[in-house]
């Protein structure tokens, strides 16, 4: 029994660390989305989309009032968006999104993290074309029916809409996220949550040993305060 308490034990706080670090990635969101439009949601798209993705995982209202009010404050340190991009072992390609307030701590973290994993850090702008970035609305389809919204979806720039367990994941062009926003909005449908998404364009196959090299990278880079997503090209099994 003890070694099963362990176990669940082990799942559970992994959990919770993950859970943590979710919060932390949605504070500095609601953090830059405040400084850039201001701390009222009514006026400030950025920031309700970022509110409804944190309600979204369970964020506690009193952590989503102290970090509007954290970015309200003069006293707090602003953070500054930056991707880096390079080399994971066998070549997968690995690209970060940050949110920082101390670039030369960020860089050299993401940079010993690709030397002790077998990679190695390249120039910003160098592996952006082998990613197509998207946004991913998702919305409760409980009391509506696809086709009557479909045609409305394609003008705010839908590409692509999936049907699942009750709700509709539509994909928009980057380009096309903030009319998609509007559109949903202008129609009364409350979006359960809104991410920006890469996809990448190819995919590198590795054997199951070469597969675990690279995720021991990309988990390595995700534990990273100030790292916010890490993208890649490897085809998982």
Avoid: W
């Avoid at 979806?153 to 928009?172: M, R």
């Amino acid at each position: 029994m003890g070694r099963v308490f362990e176990k669940r034990k082990h799942v559970m706080f992994a959990r919770f660390a993950k859970m943590a670090k979710t919060f932390t990635r949605i504070g500095k969101e609601i953090h830059m989305a405040v400084k850039k439009g201001g701390p009222n949601p009514d006026d400030n798209p950025r920031l309700r989309l970022v509110i409804q993705n944190a309600k979204a995982v369970n964020m506690p209202k009193t952590n989503i009032d102290s970090a509007i009010q954290r970015a309200v404050s003069k006293d707090k340190s602003d953070y500054e968006e930056v991707v880096y991009e390079g080399y994971g072992p066998h070549g997968v390609a690995v690209l970060i999104e940050t949110a920082t307030d101390n670039t030369t701590r960020t860089v050299a973290n993401i940079r010993l993290a690709f030397t002790k994993c077998g990679g190695a850090l390249g120039k910003t702008g160098s592996l952006e074309f082998l990613f197509e970035r998207k946004g991913i609305f998702q919305i409760d389809m409980a009391k509506r029916k696809l086709e009557d919204l479909e045609l409305e979806l394609i003008d705010f720039g839908a590409e692509e809409i999936e049907e699942e367990d009750g709700k509709a994941f539509i994909y928009v062009t980057f380009t096309d996220f903030g009319k998609m926003q509007k559109g949903l909005e202008d129609m009364g449908i409350a979006v359960i949550s809104a991410e920006k998404e890469r996809f990448p364009n190819t995919t590198v196959e590795l054997n199951a040993e070469g597969q675990a090299e690279v995720i021991k990278l990309i988990e390595r880079l995700e534990d990273d305060d100030d790292v916010q997503a890490v993208y890649h090209n490897l085809k998982l099994d």
